[in-house]
């Protein structure tokens, strides 16, 4: 491919006016409308966009809309997005059709890539493969303690509002996505979870349905997963992928699904409306996304009802509540939620799961957001986001 | 011989072979080295970095639609025309009856910022006593203050006057009234606009239907000539997609995107679809031309144009919103030097970089449109040697 994509050392200057996208906001204006905690003031948390991580990808590779982001034990951020389907052929992705349409670029990065520190690429890889079933779009991604990769199949997406879907290729639908998939770093596929095509019931033990979130316990060797399509958590093994345990909303089964849109007024929903996440925290807290209910949930491992939190009451669409991560104190006392509708990523104070603070408002800048879904913390205390539907970018915001 | 002898021959032969092999290889890495940096030579060119604090984020949760013009007027202020309306109801949620969310709201369609970034104007959209495009395209502020903006609709066949206040001042062509390429009343979805402060005459880039350039009085709107490409009357007939294979056409293909006056008066055409810029005298007459990417199909490569802002504008810039670069052109000579950009969504990569404008300063804007939906400014650096692609251009860390 071509040389000198990086600007040589002769033509570097250095950056004289500070980075001043700075994003140190305490809830203000933009929170009117949320019904949240009003913020209690102090409590302001200031994190700052960095506008030139990562680095420019290689190989005129573009991210698509990206649906995962996580954290390693290394401290290397892993990126999944969806690929090709997420592409519009006409207008993006010149190098990739048949014949090309440009000369220059682009072409759609591996669905699965990972960054160092420095925002260079570490690994890249991703793919249909012997063994297993690659998703038809991915969802939520998670790395665990002993490195390996795991990746939901969440698709096919749903289509709110005209991001997603529009370069998919002409053809049948492929078969609905209904597993989870563990790999190693090196992308060597190891297990599978669920077939797809074969979406299992509400109290399937076996089959899941457009899965959209993954975590792994570390302490107890146990695989978590958001299924969205029968709205619950469901409890693997990691290593055998045998099952454990299941719930819905509010520790109760699952039950039938909701099929009214989500309404402010009415009383809070029994059943989970777009489930999107599950995160355990080191004090065994398990956390999960109720995208569209825009409410966080939190139960024991057993799946034993704690708590819950409203990042933003009003907001209807895709609603507010898209991913969680901790920060990574010891004590894990912040809560960061992606709302991709909103186009914020919400501070909770974990103890109370009151709304401190939010950064970030919609746009294309850095610092801005489209359809911000995913979000990860470093061991420094960096957040990075991943932005889904036409955003496809992953940000940087360095804790100050 | 000697079984000893064989085998201090074969170590011989062996040694030879090694030799000769670490030799060739040496050659070929030297050949390719050789070729990388011919391929990426140092030239001497105008050198830009991007600034990424630029624009200062919009007031009133307001979000851009695709960033279809800029321009720069007397005071350095930048003028960007988007399309409110490409906000998907997702995106403009806060718009919605009841509110989707929080975020966000369509910005008005005229923008105009200042140096600092900062938003300074926003008007724009249908009113009484004019048209406004069904698909605004293209603004241009003239030496008299004036905001020229154009329209690529089905309809869309005339071309907007505005105070910088946004009062409507003059409308030339009728919406829904184009009568082809040879009509002396309407336009054919008019890209861009460039007045030409000496004649005070304007250059219609006609455009999305038609395929000529027409000069009209800047004043009256009174047509006054008009030419198709290579300087011959325009014809509608539909020539059929591009082929990089086939002799050049002898008309434009539309759009038509750009018609800029430089100092000398030469016009400089924009031929977007035919990958490339046919120059000619005011009157029409075809001077030369030069060809860009010329392989790509589709929307093209030859997007928009900018002079750079030395007296004799020495370079002209070229935005390709198909191969997401600009290229830095020697004006008179038509040679690519060098080019920068990238593919992305991070500072100072581009998604369908549509239009491109300089400051007195010499500085870059660009504008976005497709998903890319940007304003984004690149800080001259001086002329100075350097490669000749300069990759996305960041400032040093």
């Not at chain 1, 954290?71 to 969806?82: A, E, F, L, T």
């Not at chain 2, 939906?373 to 251009?393: C, E, I, N, S, T």
Request: proline fraction near 7%; glycine fraction near 12%.
């Amino acid at each position: 491919m071509r040389a000198g994509r990086k600007t040589p050392p002769s033509v570097r200057r250095s950056l004289t006016a500070p980075i001043t996208v700075v994003m140190a906001i305490l809830a203000a204006a933009g929170l009117s409308l949320t019904g949240a905690a009003a913020p209690q003031a102090g409590t302001q948390q200031a994190f700052r966009a960095d506008p030139f991580w990562p680095k420019p990808l290689q190989q005129s590779w573009l991210l698509g809309s990206v649906t995962g982001v996580a954290v390693d034990s290394r401290d290397r951020i892993w990126v999944v997005h969806r690929g090709m389907p997420s592409f519009t052929a006409r207008t993006e992705i010149g190098l990739a059709t048949n014949p090309p349409t440009a000369e220059l670029c682009c072409r759609p990065a591996p669905q699965v890539l990972a960054f160092d520190q420095t925002g260079a690429v570490v690994a890249s890889w991703g793919g249909p493969g012997q063994g297993y079933e690659w998703p038809t779009s991915p969802g939520g991604i998670d790395v665990d303690a002993g490195g390996h990769v795991w990746i939901t199949a969440a698709g096919p997406p749903e289509a709110p509002g005209g991001g997603r879907g529009r370069g998919g290729a002409a053809g049948p639908p492929p078969p609905e996505d209904a597993h989870v998939l563990k790999f190693t770093s090196e992308g060597k596929f190891v297990l599978q979870i669920g077939q797809a095509g074969k979406p299992g019931a509400p109290d399937s033990t076996t089959g899941l349905r457009r899965p959209a979130g993954v975590d792994v316990d570390t302490a107890t060797n146990e695989v978590f997963v958001a299924d969205a399509g029968n709205r619950r958590v469901v409890v693997f093994d990691a290593t055998t992928g045998a099952y454990k345990r299941h719930w819905g909303a509010y520790g109760q089964p699952p039950g039938e699904a909701l099929t009214d849109p989500y309404d402010p007024s009415a009383p809070p929903a029994k059943q989970f409306r777009g489930l999107s996440c599950v995160r355990v925290a080191r004090d065994g807290m398990v956390y999960v996304c109720d995208r569209q209910n825009n409410r966080v949930q939190v139960f024991r491992r057993d799946g034993t009802f704690v708590s819950e939190a409203v990042v933003s009451k009003a907001t209807r669409g895709n609603g507010a509540a898209w991913d969680l991560a901790f920060s990574t104190d010891a004590q894990q006392r912040q809560v960061f939620v992606a709302d991709g509708q909103d186009q914020r990523v919400f501070i909770l104070d974990r103890a109370t799961l009151q709304v401190a603070s939010s950064f970030g408002n919609g746009g294309r800048w850095p610092g801005t957001f489209y359809g911000v879904g995913s979000v990860a913390v470093d061991s420094k205390g960096n957040v990075y986001t991943g932005e889904a539907l036409e955003g496809k970018r992953v940000q940087k915001f360095e804790r100050r | 011989m000697t079984s000893n002898t064989r085998k201090q021959n074969l170590w011989i032969g062996a040694i030879f072979a090694a030799g000769l092999i670490v030799l060739i290889a040496a050659e070929r890495a030297f050949e390719r080295a050789a070729e990388a940096a011919q391929a990426n030579g140092m030239v001497e060119a105008p050198r830009f970095e991007v600034d990424p604090t630029f624009p200062k984020p919009l007031p009133n949760n307001w979000l851009m639609g695709m960033a279809i013009g800029v321009g720069i007027d007397a005071e350095d202020h930048i003028w960007v025309v988007h399309r409110p309306d490409t906000l998907s109801a997702n995106e403009a949620a806060a718009d919605q009856t009841p509110p989707v969310g929080t975020c966000c709201s369509k910005a008005p369609p005229v923008l105009q910022f200042d140096q600092q970034g900062n938003l300074i104007g926003s008007w724009g959209g249908p009113a009484s006593g004019y048209e406004w495009p069904e698909s605004n395209h293209g603004i241009f502020v003239d030496h008299k203050g004036i905001v020229w903006i154009g329209g690529n609709g089905a309809k869309d066949a005339h071309v907007l006057k505005f105070t910088q206040d946004g009062k409507f001042i003059a409308q030339y062509g009728q919406l829904g009234k184009s009568g082809g390429s040879n009509d002396t009343q309407n336009f054919g979805r008019v890209a861009k606009i460039f007045v030409d402060p000496r004649a005070n005459e304007a250059y219609l880039a006609d455009g999305y239907g038609n395929k000529r350039v027409a000069v009209i009085d800047a004043d009256t709107g009174a047509f006054k000539r008009y030419w198709g490409a290579y300087g011959n009357k325009p014809d509608d007939t539909n020539i059929g997609p591009y082929d990089p294979n086939a002799p050049p056409a002898q008309q434009f293909r539309t759009p038509v995107h750009c018609s800029e006056l430089s100092v000398d008066n030469l016009v400089y055409v924009c031929d977007r679809p035919n990958n490339r810029i046919q120059v000619f005298t005011r009157e029409g007459k075809f001077v030369k031309e030069t060809f860009i990417a010329k392989r790509t199909l589709g929307d093209g490569a030859v997007w928009d144009i900018a002079f750079s802002r030395d007296p004799a504008q020495r370079y002209l810039y070229l935005a390709d919103g198909k191969n997401q670069r600009v290229y830095i052109l020697q004006r008179d000579t038509l040679e690519i030097l060098s080019t920068f950009g990238d593919g992305g969504r991070q500072p100072g990569q581009f998604f369908a970089v549509h239009s491109i404008a300089t400051d007195s300063r010499g500085n870059i804007f660009t504008t976005e449109t497709y998903e890319g939906r940007r304003l984004q400014k690149f800080v001259f650096k001086g002329v100075a040697r350097g490669p000749r692609d300069q990759g996305v251009v960041w400032p040093r860390r």
